[in-house]
């Protein structure tokens, strides 16, 4: 039998889609619109409304961000920017040589 991506997500990863889910589906009643009215402007059914409702690991990044785009929310892009990657940049910087030497058949003059 194949295994999904659901059967070998971390608890904090599933624990992060419930509560993005929940608070997609918050956002959307703090809003006024009804399950109907999002469905519409998603592009999905609803029955997969309801799973993003409930954090499914099933359901695509693109019905997630489309949810989150109807909402008003704009930071998807960012979330991963490499100017905020604290750990990238450490690593980065760990990388760097103490010095930097010229091979004598290289030149490297001006």
Do not use: H, N
Request: positive net charge.
């Amino acid at each position: 039998m194949r295994s999904t991506v659901a059967d070998i997500m971390p608890p904090k990863v599933r624990r992060a889609l419930k509560k993005l889910g929940s608070d997609i589906d918050v956002a959307r009643r703090k809003r006024a619109l009804t399950v109907d009215m999002m469905v519409e402007r998603i592009g999905v059914a609803k029955s997969t409304y309801q799973r993003v409702a409930k954090g499914d690991p099933a359901v695509s990044l693109g019905v997630y961000a489309m949810c989150l785009f109807v909402l008003g929310f704009d930071g998807l892009g960012d979330l991963a920017d490499m100017r905020g990657d604290d750990v990238g940049l450490l690593l980065e910087q760990q990388r760097l040589p103490k010095r930097v030497r010229v091979k004598k058949d290289e030149g490297g003059g001006l």
